[in-house]
């Protein structure tokens, strides 16, 4: 497995980590569904020990995901080798009974709340998940100061900042962050080709953490138009149009290019995929998700190599 150390940090992350979204079960937060497919804590367990076994070193939770759950459904598979990896949580979705996920008190109440899930003393990197601050970012400052409050009182090691380019755009100066985490693919590359935002990024010497860098299985070839996937109540994928026989139409004849060029397996098409996103330069890791081993097996498949020029100018057209 191949290593990128965080920019300005003695902290080395693996260029393939894991993202833990998945562990959080089926979900609804403020009408919305945002969960998975429940998960088996077993299943868990031993691709959490695979995923370290193949060099893996960094976890990515958050305090949303199943409301607790995955941070200690991701714990207790831990056990016992719990210092030998980095593990990140977030705070901003889920705001409980404050009028606002930004507010102080909620801050340091979910922070408190994520370190007794992950059974640690310090988080080391807390996000703030999201870039709604409120009206004109009113509740900007104040997240901040309480996220370098946190630091200093050792709660928290690094701070992140995770959006979309614009909302990053608006607000990294003020944040200042040792790392930010965008959604980013094959698919979806906003946040790796220039614009404002990545200029900025590159400006201000960030690296940039990917999720749904295998736009939730599609770009592994798992579905089919002919026979689109039925998802449960609370699972976020049900509400997404890319998985309805339109959105998978669209994707199959390019699905169909990346399989003669790189392979069909889906061990082949993650390592493209991921391989992808880290040939650029501020890219820190990709974070697919995952449920059991044989995920997790796949998502290492690249082992943390960055795709060569000619094939990533290939993906670039194909998707552009």
């Excluded at 009182?153 to 690094?158: D, E, F, H, T, Y």
């Excluded at 701070?159 to 985490?181: A, C, F, W």
């Excluded at 290019?257 to 501020?282: I, V």
């Amino acid at each position: 497995m191949q290593y990128r150390t965080i920019t300005g940090t003695d902290v080395k992350i693996s260029a393939v980590s894991l993202g833990c979204w998945t562990l959080g079960g089926l979900q609804y937060n403020e009408g919305r569904m945002i969960g998975w497919r429940e998960v088996d804590q077993k299943d868990a367990t031993r691709a959490v020990y695979a995923a370290v076994d193949a060099g893996v070193n960094h976890f990515d939770n958050a305090d949303v995901y199943g409301y607790g759950r995955a941070e200690r459904v991701l714990t207790a598979a831990l056990r016992g080798i719990m210092k030998k990896v980095v593990v990140a949580t977030k705070v901003g979705y889920f705001r409980g009974t404050a009028e606002h996920a930004y507010l102080p008190h909620h801050i340091r109440t979910q922070c408190e709340h994520s370190l007794i899930n992950l059974k640690r003393d310090r988080l080391d990197i807390y996000y703030l998940h999201n870039t709604d601050f409120g009206p004109d970012d009113c509740y900007l400052d104040g997240a901040v100061e309480t996220l370098h409050r946190l630091r200093d009182a050792g709660k928290i090691r690094l701070i992140g900042l995770s959006g979309g380019p614009e909302g990053l755009l608006r607000t990294l100066k003020r944040v200042n962050p040792d790392v930010i985490q965008s959604r980013a693919s094959m698919m979806d590359r906003r946040i790796l080709e220039d614009s404002p935002a990545v200029r900025l990024i590159k400006r201000m010497k960030l690296q940039v953490v990917c999720f749904s860098p295998l736009e939730q299985g599609i770009l592994l070839g798992k579905y089919s138009s002919k026979k689109p996937p039925q998802f449960e109540d609370g699972d976020v994928r049900k509400q997404r149009e890319a998985f309805t026989p339109k959105g998978l139409r669209k994707v199959e004849p390019r699905l169909a290019k990346l399989k003669a060029r790189f392979g069909d397996t889906p061990e082949e098409l993650s390592a493209a995929a991921l391989s992808f996103l880290l040939s650029y330069d501020h890219v820190l890791c990709a974070i697919p998700g995952f449920r059991n081993e044989a995920q997790v097996k796949c998502n290492v498949a690249c082992g943390g190599e960055a795709m060569r020029a000619e094939n990533a100018e290939f993906v670039r057209k194909l998707f552009r």
